[in-house]
């Protein structure tokens, strides 16, 4: 399956969009023509290159041309109010590149501005960001020691990969925690599978999509033919960013029958005035791979992007039901130019909907606050099935559920943690590498030994924390968990992970529930509209 060759943009925010390269700027138009259609010609054009002028001969402080040249083009993008334009350096631009193939050398994080903050958005599986316990929704406060509280993503993107073998130190917040955490971290040569996959006990399978990277289609596809004979599908887009354009439309191909609109794009023509669009379709060509199976996609709010594409074109033609949180509402399309001398410039040039027409780009101020909005006021569509979906911004999910969250006596033993300047995360990681490596050798599943388990404690007493603490039930019951799950994920064994996680994750606990006792789709919807209602009687259903 090969079609488009629209690109995605950077993997460093949530706010990738669905970016396009485009040609590079100036190789075609000639000067004079490229002055007169950019009105450089005008009179705002010969005062700003007489101040510019002016500054470089004239200022009690030396600016070299290129200084003077890059403030004034930040201050055009700045000027744009387009949170998602940016100017790569010929550094970041080829770091762009390297991160769109998945393959590259660094921790395995992605980060994305979030109410002033540094934010990481997703922690790929099997990266050295992973294995040392960096979480999603960790902010980035500092790196090699230097305050990155002012930094842009793209300063702390470069600033954090390196050279593989080479280490980093990042500075991290954490929500219940009360000072920040240092970790060290040795980068890598990182490389991202887009798909992994699992079967539950009870013949459900799980299938977590961290990013719609390049071939995540065909590791789709790959997938659900060894899924064959699974009684239902999960699709977990928790997290996920975003990715290609091509194979988000390819992903959903993989679902809906051909002749079925994946996405639609409405964008400006280039050099036309801005009420001048040209829209276009997406129609899928392919034979659904598994029509008759019962499907449900979990959401959250940092889904975003091609991730929303897939999940939107699924709930349109009711062929999934969504659980969780509403997404992200990443629904713009980005253009990349290559710039003389190594740049790139990345704007924003049009939207894109869903089958059904929904735009599902959620408007945001420029620190990426969402702007204030009256649900009651949005318009609604109605799928073929007569589910009535909400149009204006992110996905809203079928049933709203909240996420886990941490118990008291949790936070207070990860403040402790932090007090003691204990390396949890690492102790749990060097212990779940032993544990895997056990369990292997003895053909054994994932899980806990306990006397390792008392050994992992004891060792955390060494480190600073109190026997009391470590000897609350709580707290127990809450490290054997993070050490199954840290077993699993080091045994590769996505299924065991998922039957671990569900313990604490109401979501995917929900959806392995309602699929189990929903042999159809249309039974799953039913399923569904029960739980709504129950939910709604208690007063808990939050959303529409």
């Given amino acids: 399956m090969t079609r488009r060759t629209l690109s995605v943009g950077s993997l460093w925010s949530v706010a990738v969009g669905l970016t396009l390269l485009a040609p590079a700027v100036g190789a075609q138009v000639p000067t004079s023509d490229r002055s007169r259609d950019a009105g450089l010609d005008g009179p705002e054009a010969q005062v700003f290159l007489n101040a510019l002028q002016a500054v470089h001969r004239m200022h009690m402080e030396a600016f070299s041309d290129s200084a003077l040249w890059t403030a004034a083009l930040d201050g055009m993008i700045k000027g744009l109010h387009d949170p998602y334009a940016a100017v790569f350096t010929p550094r970041e631009a080829a770091a762009f590149e390297e991160e769109t193939t998945g393959n590259y050398a660094g921790i395995g994080v992605q980060i994305t501005p979030l109410n002033d903050r540094i934010t990481i958005t997703a922690v790929f599986r099997g990266t050295p960001a992973e294995q040392i316990g960096l979480q999603v929704g960790d902010h980035i406060v500092g790196v090699d020691g230097d305050d990155a509280r002012d930094w842009t993503t793209d300063s702390a993107a470069v600033r954090i990969r390196g050279p593989a073998g080479s280490q980093v130190e990042v500075l991290i917040e954490r929500q219940g925690l009360d000072e920040p955490v240092p970790y060290t971290i040795t980068r890598g040569e990182v490389h991202i599978p887009a798909v992994n996959y699992g079967l539950l006990d009870n013949g459900v399978a799980y299938v977590l999509l961290d990013r719609v990277a390049r071939n995540a289609a065909s590791e789709m596809d790959s997938a659900l033919r060894r899924l064959s004979g699974a009684r239902g599908l999960i699709i977990d887009l928790r997290r996920n960013p975003g990715g290609y354009l091509d194979e988000s439309l390819m992903l959903a191909d993989i679902f809906l029958q051909p002749g079925s609109t994946l996405a639609r794009t ?46 939107g074109a699924l709930q349109d033609y009711d062929r999934a039901v969504v659980l969780g949180e509403r997404s992200f509402g990443k629904g713009l399309v980005q253009t990349v130019l290559r710039m003389p001398f190594g740049r790139r410039l990345r704007f924003t040039t049009g939207t894109w909907q869903t ?129 199954r799950l840290a077993v699993a994920q080091r045994m590769d064994d996505v299924g065991r992970e998922a039957e671990f996680r569900r313990e604490r994750d109401p979501v995917l606990d929900e959806a392995v529930r309602l699929l189990g006792d929903a042999p159809t789709q249309a039974d799953l919807f039913a399923a569904v509209q029960r739980a709504r209602d129950a939910m709604e009687t208690r007063g808990q259903a939050g959303g529409p």
């Fill in 266 to 311: 409405v964008q400006r023509k280039p050099g036309e005035p801005a009420d001048s669009v040209a829209r276009e379709s997406y129609t899928d060509r392919w034979p659904a791979r598994v029509p008759d199976l019962p499907i449900v996609v979990l959401v959250d709010r940092f889904t975003a992007s091609g991730a929303e594409i897939l999940a």
């Fill in 355 to 483: 089958p059904l027409g929904r735009s599902l780009h959620r408007p945001r101020d420029l620190q990426g606050r969402p702007l204030p909005e009256n649900l009651d006021t949005l318009p609604r569509v109605r799928t073929a099935h007569g589910r009535e979906l909400l149009n204006g911004g992110g996905i809203f999910p079928d049933l709203p559920l909240p996420n886990d969250t941490l118990k008291l006596a949790e936070r207070a033993f990860l403040n402790a943690a932090n007090a003691a300047k204990a390396p949890v995360g690492r102790r749990i990681a060097e212990y779940a590498f032993e544990e895997a490596q056990a369990r292997r050798v003895r053909g054994e599943a994932a899980g806990v030994e306990p006397a390792r388990f008392q050994a992992l404690l004891e060792r955390l007493r060494q480190d600073g924390l109190p026997r009391e603490t470590l000897a609350d039930s709580v707290v127990d019951a809450y490290l054997n968990w993070r050490v």
